[in-house]
């Protein structure tokens, strides 16, 4: 059988993090997802709840 090998883009240790000292070990977190983001999607939410709503009271 074959040994199995980590993903080429998944980091391999501390040492290997650039743009951190080597001896830091804290964790990276995503930002959180902007002002405007969230807007869009509340957005799209009552753009589709319209949509439905006029689409119900067409069709009957």
Not at 3 to 25: H, L
Not at 28 to 54: D, H, K, S, T
């Amino acid at each position: 059988m074959s040994e199995r090998q980590p993903a080429p883009d998944a980091p391999a240790g501390p040492e290997s993090d650039s743009g951190s000292d080597p001896g830091s070990d804290a964790q990276r977190f995503e930002p959180a997802p902007g002002v405007g983001r969230l807007l869009g999607w509340i957005l799209l939410f009552v753009v589709a709840a319209v949509v439905v709503v006029l689409g119900g009271v067409y069709l009957t």
